[in-house]
Nanobody, 121 residues
């Protein structure tokens, strides 16, 4: 079984910074893409940032220049450094990863349980 566990959420004032972490554990052969999503109350879940195993990144327009995604492959961990936070960044942030289990060919998608980020004005 594979688990993704996020940490680092909390309450911060506008203009501040937070760093989210997500560690994947369990029986893992390899991880390809890792992503951060977020969901604000009453809104659909949206993709915030993604990173391939080779380090290629993509960002939502709303966070470009403020958020940085990175990963530590040996630790199966992905990070989201969030700077210049705005009240509209308030949401539950979810980690997502494409994981290949031992002796398997296909990658399966796994989700973390989410971590709350609240930005006060």
């Amino acid at each position: 079984q594979v688990q993704l566990v996020e940490s680092g959420g909390g309450l911060v004032q506008a203009g501040g910074s937070l760093r989210l972490s997500c560690a994947a554990s369990g029986s893992i052969a390899s991880i390809s893409a890792m992503r951060w999503y977020r969901q604000a109350p009453g809104k659909q879940r949206e993709l915030v940032a993604s990173i391939t195993s080779g380090g290629n990144t993509n960002y939502a327009d709303s966070v470009k220049g403020r958020f940085t995604i990175s990963r530590d492959n040996p630790k199966n961990t992905v990070y989201l450094q969030m700077s210049r936070l705005k009240p509209e960044d308030t949401a539950v942030y979810y980690c997502n990863a494409d994981v290949r289990l031992p002796l398997q060919i296909r990658y399966l998608e796994y989700w973390g349980q989410g971590t709350q980020v609240t930005v006060s004005s």
